[in-house]
């Protein structure tokens, strides 16, 4: 069946540090990644896609990577500031619809 | 822009009541979803529309849920029955070209 599996423990980072997310699937064949940011009592918001010939993208502090041979894919933010904290989800994208993962709650202390 | 508007916020009903949630997406996206986001868990798609039209459903319970979008704009989600089980956040989305989706506030619904 299909899975997608991220961090089920609560990641702490102190501020500064580089936060690490990891998104881990199997039996899907993805066209395209998704990683959303959603905090309490909010809808998710879009921060980064990633197409399945993609191997890496950024944009300001974050960064994605996207190994289809590992179906896996890592999502950093670098420099991290206390306002990061929320949880974020990935998301595979068939090309029909968004499938999620349960997302990992990071939390950034000063 | 204006962002997907969702109503009402909250609503907390008795099991068996019927409840109905209301979506007015951004302006010129032709495709609408709804998701029900359990706690502790990722969205998970009921149903979507392009434009008009339901294009996969198969996720939405059918005996109890229903949908629609006249017009090919706003779009309205009803439970009816609601049971306890039915508890969780409503989101819907909408999305122009391409995969990015935009996401509305939500609305809670509380079953007792």
């Known amino acids: 069946s299909q899975k997608i599996e991220q961090n089920s423990e609560a990641l702490n980072i102190q501020e500064g540090k580089t936060a690490t997310l990891t998104c881990n699937y199997t039996n899907y064949s993805p066209a395209y990644l998704q990683w959303y940011r959603q905090d309490p009592g909010r809808g998710p918001v879009f921060l980064l896609l990633?197409?399945?010939?993609?191997k890496e993208k950024r944009k300001e502090r974050l960064k994605v990577t996207f190994d289809t041979t590992l179906k896996q894919s890592l999502f950093h933010i670098t420099a991290s500031q206390p306002a990061d904290s929320a949880t974020y989800l990935c998301?595979?994208?068939?090309?029909?619809?968004?499938?999620f993962g349960k997302g990992t709650s990071l939390l950034v202390t000063p | 822009e204006a962002g997907v508007v969702q109503s009402p916020r909250y609503k907390i009903i008795e099991k068996k009541q019927p409840v109905a949630f209301w979506c007015n997406p951004i302006?010129?996206?032709?495709?609408l979803y709804w998701y029900r986001q359990n706690l502790g868990q990722g969205p998970e798609l009921l149903i979507r529309y392009e434009n008009e039209e339901a294009v996969d459903d198969s996720q939405l319970p059918k005996d109890r849920f229903s949908a629609e979008r006249l017009k090919g704009v706003d779009s309205t989600l009803k439970i009816q029955p609601a049971e306890l089980g039915d508890s969780a956040v409503y989101l819907c989305a909408s999305s122009r070209v391409g995969p990015k989706q935009f996401f509305g506030p939500g609305t809670r619904l509380t079953v007792l």
């Open positions: 998301a595979l994208d068939s090309g029909y619809a968004l499938n």
């Open positions: 990633i197409r399945e010939n993609e």
């Open positions: 302006s010129g996206h032709n495709t």
